[in-house]
């Protein structure tokens, strides 16, 4: 089982940047997929960005929203992935939480397909 710490977040001004983690305090991310989805006040929860594996290589995938804004990467010898979120924008105001899924390192960008969720980092975007 994994368990899941976000950090990272804070309160910028528009079009500043944040870099968010997601540290597995234990387990290992090698065999996940880890996404990242939202939450802002009175909406739904919504996709981010998505990062799994293959023997290709890393897979990543992004919600239109944060596309050429937004970039996520994995360090596997921290057990460790990164949203680096540049160009923020007040719409970007949300709590960000990060979640793994363990089905072969597939991404996936739907909340249900993840079974491990951290507690959430607050992301304040002000104008």
């Known amino acids: 089982q994994v368990q899941l710490v976000e950090s990272g977040g804070g309160l910028v001004q528009a079009g500043g940047s944040l870099r968010l983690s997601c540290a597995a305090s234990?387990?290992?991310?090698?065999?996940?997929?880890v996404g990242w989805f939202r939450q802002a006040p009175g909406k739904e929860r919504e996709f981010v960005s998505s990062?799994?594996?293959?023997?290709?290589?890393?897979?990543?995938i992004y919600a239109d929203p944060v596309k050429g804004r937004f970039t996520i990467s994995k360090d596997n010898a921290k057990n460790t992935v990164h949203l680096q979120m540049n160009n923020l924008k007040p719409e970007d105001t949300a709590v960000y939480y990060c979640?793994?899924?363990?089905?072969?390192?597939?991404?996936?960008?739907?909340?249900?397909?993840?079974?491990?969720w951290g507690q959430g980092t607050q992301v304040t975007v002000s104008p």
């Open positions: 979640a793994g899924r363990s089905t072969g390192g597939e991404v996936a960008n739907t909340a249900r397909k993840y079974t491990y």
């Open positions: 234990s387990g290992t991310f090698s065999n996940y997929a």
């Open positions: 990062i799994g594996w293959s023997s290709g290589g890393d897979t990543t």
